[in-house]
Each structure stands twice: as C-alpha cells, then as structure tokens.
C-alpha cells in the first residue's frame, strides 16, 4: 500500500558548449513570463488558467523534501552533492544549495552548461564519459567550472588523456566501481581496476580524484531493511575499493555513493565523502511504495483534464497520455502498483484508488485499481484533475517549466527547466 502522512506528520515534516535550445511554442500554447515570485499588480494564473497537460510543483512539499535529506546527510556526517538529474532547473537548485554547499552533479552536458551559466561551478558529471565530450568540458574548465568525469573502461583512458592533452587541460576522473552489479562500472576485484587507477595516475592530462559507487539495486529491495542491508554492503565495497587504491599508493580523495532511498536508510555511511542522492526533491509513486516517502510527500504532478466517459466500461479518460506521463511502470509487479500515474483531484488529493491504467500517446484512460464502480457524473469532461507520477525525472523531461504552487491553486511562479543533451 502507498502510504499518506497525517497532518501531523506534514506538520513536523516527516522523519528522519552549446546553449540549452528551446522549442518554439505554437500559436495555440500559452507561455506564461517566467515569474519567481508574483508581483504587485501581476496576475500569476491559476491552475484553472493553465493548458493541459501542464506540470505543477508544490513548494512546501519540494521544501519538505530537500530539508529532510539535508538532515540526514548531516545525521550521517557526509556531504550532499544533489544530482540534479531530476528538477534540471536553476530555481531549485537554489533552494538545494541553501542547504548544503558541496557542489552539484549533472547528468548531460547541456545541464553543466546551464548551471554553470548560473554560477554553479563545482559539478560532478556523474555518468560514463565519452571521449568526444572533452572538448565541451575543456570549454566549461576554461571559464572556471570543475567538471568531475567518470571512467569505467580502462580502454578508453588513452582517448581521454589524448583529447585532454590536445584541449590543453588536466581532466579529473573518478572510476565508476561495480558493487551490486546493477548498472555501469568496474569491478573492485577486476585486476582492470587498480591498473586503469594507475593509467589514469600516470597520465599528465589526467587527475585521478577518487571512485563513485551506486545501490541502484535498493529499487528491487522488499522493504526498508533490505534496502539498509543492500546499502551496507555498498558501503563496504566502496571503502574496500578505496583501500586497495591507497595501498597501491593511488590517490582516492572521493568516494561517492548515489541512491536517494539507500541514503535515507543506511546505517552507516562512514567511510563515503558524499551522497549524490537525486528524486528526494520530487520525490514519486515508486519512492513512496519504497517507503522512502509517503504519497503526500510527492511534490511534482501532471495538470490534466477529463475530455470523457465511457460509463458502460467504467473508465474516463484524461488529456495525459504517455508523453505527459512517462511510460515508466516502475510500479508493475509491486503491491503498490499505480498503473501510469495515481489520481487526484485539483488540491493534490489521491480519489479513492484511481489509477491511470492505460496510456496511448495523448490519452489516459483511468479505473479503479479494485475495479470500482466509478460515478461519472464525478468526472464531467473539463473537470481538472492531478496525476502523480511513478518516476518524477521521466515525467518532467517532457516539459520546459514548472508551474510552482504553494498548497493552494494559484501559481505563485513559473521555473524553466534545462532540457536535452
């Protein structure tokens, strides 16, 4: 079951080189004044005032979230470096940097590029590098941005200290290490691993920094127990990892470790520099059956509208479809299945146990997950409608803006986004 906070709880908060390229809107589509903060005399719209599909986030939740991971890193006595995968938006950003002040990491150029624009200069571009990228990179290094990259194929060091020696710059690297065996790296016990260390120590145009490590198994855990254990043991491989560099006599000032569930319930994370944890702002369906967060902890959700019935089929059908939503069904299979989205009416509030069920394209189809009999003359067409989503960062990579409310339905700011690679 997908679990809601009590009042109470909400109360107290809950427990421990190349420019970004807008699409030109069409004539049909209103593009609000990217406002952050209204105005005196400025009518910002309200929810009722926006096209469909639009994407709504809630302040006080989105605060909600970055402060309690804030806390826990702090109770954990790591830094935070947010990945900024999931909002790719300067105006949250800002409220994360309030909170801590280690840097950022960015998951494509286009990111680095823009937040560098901004001012955020310390990043960390936490995906495998490919070599024809350093020219883009050197470009940041040069207008005074540090651009931490990831290796994790010793036969592609040489391609990376030839395109860094040729753009006239030293490229820091960190080795992805492969402890769970979940996505990219190397693993610890692979003889590659110290003799890529020792590759990358040896050539001048690069700087080896340390090793990033990643429980992205926490997402198929049971339960919270499991995620710490699995978090534990991710611990230990990038401590184990670091050792034998040290004892090669290789420098390992950085370990990084990602997860945003595996951060909130770890044991321990002695021994790791930095959580570059990254839904938490947003949080989404699949966290909240996680247990990483309760369902009114979702900050970020899918402005829709009803445009049908079928009452002899018992369904509705919504103006967000695959696009609007994702097609993610990160859900499936899981107690906490939410088909493509859980619906809410306009104030962010879960009915009963609608689900979007089906998704083409441009059409959402909603049920009851218990198969309910619906009361259609509940969902008139044009009625308003919110759908939280089941992986946040694949939902907001369809729009260009956030449109910001705090509780209520009156927008209170508009946030650009930075998307594209």
Not at 197 to 226: E, F, Q
């Amino acid at each position: 079951m997908l679990a809601c906070r009590s009042a109470t709880e909400k109360t107290r908060g809950g427990a421990g080189g190349a420019a970004s390229r807008s699409r030109r809107p069409s004539p049909r589509q209103w593009r609000p004044t990217p406002f952050h903060g209204s105005s005196p005399g400025v009518r910002m719209p309200a929810l009722h005032d926006l096209p469909t599909p639009s994407l709504v986030l809630d302040r006080p939740r989105l605060q909600r979230n970055i402060d309690r991971m804030a806390d826990r890193c702090a109770e954990l006595g790591i830094w935070l470096r947010p990945h900024l995968k999931t909002p790719k938006s300067i105006d949250v950003a800002r409220l994360l940097m309030a909170r801590q002040a280690r840097g950022i990491t960015v998951s494509t150029l286009a990111e680095a590029e823009y937040f560098a624009r901004h001012g955020l200069h310390d990043q960390f571009y936490a995906v495998p590098l490919a070599a024809d990228k350093i020219g883009r990179i050197a470009a940041l290094v040069r207008g005074g941005t540090t651009v931490l990259c990831v290796a994790h194929d010793a036969d592609a060091v040489p391609a990376y200290a030839a395109r860094a020696a040729a753009e006239g710059i030293v490229l820091p690297l960190v080795i992805d290490v492969d402890v769970d065996h979940h996505r990219s790296g190397i693993a610890a016990g692979d003889p590659a691993f110290p003799a890529m260390a020792r590759a990358i120590n040896a050539a001048p145009s690069l700087a080896l920094r340390g090793i990033m490590v990643y429980a992205g198994a926490s997402y198929d855990a049971p339960d919270t127990d499991a995620i710490a254990a699995l978090a534990e043991r991710i611990r230990a491989g990038g401590v184990a990892a670091r050792d034998l560099l040290h004892r090669e006599g290789l420098p390992c000032d950085m370990v990084s470790y990602g997860s945003s569930p595996g951060t909130f319930f770890a044991r321990s994370l002695d021994g790791l520099s930095e959580s570059r944890a990254g839904v938490y702002p947003f949080q989404d369906l699949f966290q909240a059956g996680l247990g990483a967060c309760a369902v009114d902890d979702i900050a970020l959700s899918v402005l829709t509208q009803v445009t049908g019935r079928q009452p002899a089929l018992n369904r509705f059908f919504v103006d967000a479809g695959g696009l609007a939503l994702s097609k993610d069904r990160s859900t499936a299979g899981h107690a906490f299945d939410a088909g493509y989205g859980l619906v809410c009416d306009e104030d962010g509030i879960p009915i009963g146990d609608l689900i979007v069920s089906a998704a083409s394209q441009e059409i959402g189809t909603v049920t009851s997950r218990q198969g309910a009999t619906l009361d259609m003359a509940a969902f008139p067409p044009g009625r308003r409608l919110r759908i939280l989503p089941n992986h946040s960062c694949f939902t907001a990579a369809a729009y260009e803006r956030y449109n910001v409310v705090d509780g209520g339905h009156e927008v209170t700011a508009v946030w650009d986004r930075v998307n594209g690679w």
